[in-house]
């Protein structure tokens, strides 16, 4: 789908364009996903300048930085840009009996550290390529760096968008992204540089605070969030956004594998085989962090093995896949599924993530 350069309607970034069964069971749930994720508008950029897509790749980030500055960091918005609206439940049956069928999403209503990581990665991208952020574009991104200096040590809903507020680890990767990537802005000359120091300081704070309280010498491994030996697919991201620690990450990913692995499949967390399917992006986030850490081999094996048994179709991914029989589940289509897939292709290509450039 083509942009326009001054687009006001609905966007490709949600993950869906319907309601979804999101579960395996018979007694599993309708999720409403007709909404735009920053974290899927961030990976479209970002895809979109890996393919060479320019006049696209400009007009989603203009269209991310409009809504930042009318609405603020939001989890979610509408396809019309604005705030999303909270959950209900609808007197419905859902697909095979599914209950409750709801419509709205909580995740309107969270708050996920998760954004300043994508944001900022996003921006980086963009003017690594070449461009140009205007001065309410970099207001804005200055502003928001603020306030992930201001509310990393805070919980929130994580990645996953789970009910209990936690600190997760991938959540404070992604806050540490966040102010990494602003840094790097600012010393590029594409963002005011009064705050640097403290961003400086608050990003090292967030680093040495992950290897003191999310590391697990038992599991040799990062950990879910502190407190739990429970482990999480999603730290697989932490490679691309360049975490410190390579050797903890290349030992966190074999943990993951050991784990949540079935064949070239991924559960997204310990405990996720009880209630779903394997999510489909998490063995292609594996793949390109095996790529990144000089695992090309293996990487390849999981690429390949993920595109070799998924069903034959149309080529439309689904949200998960049922690890046994190979049946697509949940959300489909699923943009971030597709989104991880370009990735990776990309990453196994050779195509790394580019410095960024001085304004």
């Keep these: 789908m083509a942009f326009q350069a001054e687009y006001e309607g609905s966007i490709p970034f949600t993950r ?7 579960t395996s069971s018979s007694a599993g749930t309708y999720y409403d996903y007709r909404y735009a994720w920053i974290r899927d508008a961030g990976y479209s950029v970002a895809a979109f300048l890996r393919v ?32 999303g609206p909270d959950e209900r439940a609808l007197e419905l049956p859902g697909y095979r009996g599914s209950q409750p069928v709801l419509v709205g999403n909580a995740a309107a209503l969270q708050h ?5 990581g994508d944001i900022f990665e996003t921006a980086c991208l963009f003017v690594a390529d070449g461009n140009v952020l205007d001065q309410r574009s970099a207001a804005t991104l200055s502003a928001l760096a603020d306030q992930a200096a201001d ?6 809903a994580g990645i996953w968008e789970l009910r209990e507020p ?29 705050c640097v120091p403290r961003w400086q300081r608050e990003r090292d704070r967030i680093a040495a605070w992950i290897e003191e309280h999310c590391w697990s010498e038992r599991r040799r491994a990062f950990v879910l969030h502190p407190g739990t030996e429970r482990l999480d697919a999603s730290l697989a991201l932490a ?29 997204r967390y310990s405990g996720a085989e009880q209630e779903e399917g394997a999510f489909l992006a998490c063995s292609f986030w594996l793949a390109e962090a095996l790529a990144e ?34 049946d697509f589940l949940g959300n489909t289509p699923q943009g971030l599924s597709h989104l991880a897939l370009i990735h990776a292709a990309c990453t196994l290509r050779g195509d790394r993530n580019r410095p960024v450039r001085a304004a």
């Design 166 to 194: 936690q600190h997760y680890t991938m959540s404070k990767i992604s806050a540490w992204q966040g102010l990494a990537r602003a840094v790097e802005l600012a010393e590029a000359g594409h963002l005011p540089s009064t």
């Design 52 to 83: 060479g897509a320019m006049p696209e790749a400009k007009a989603a980030f203009s269209w991310l930085m409009k809504r930042l500055d009318q609405h603020g960091p939001r989890v979610l918005y509408t396809l019309c840009g604005e705030v």
């Design 151 to 156: 509310r990393w040590r805070q919980k929130d």
């Design 239 to 267: 490679v691309r956004f360049g975490f410190d620690g390579r050797d903890r990450l290349s030992s966190t990913l074999d943990a993951i594998r050991e784990e949540l692995g079935r064949g070239p499949f991924l559960y």
């Design 16 to 22: 869906s364009t319907h309601l979804a069964l999101r």
């Design 293 to 326: 850490l000089g695992r090309e081999r293996e990487a390849e094996e999981i690429f390949t093995g993920t595109l070799r048994a998924l069903p034959e179709g149309v080529g439309i991914l689904s949200e998960m896949v049922d690890p046994e029989t190979g």
């Design 112 to 116: 996920q550290h998760g954004i300043y």
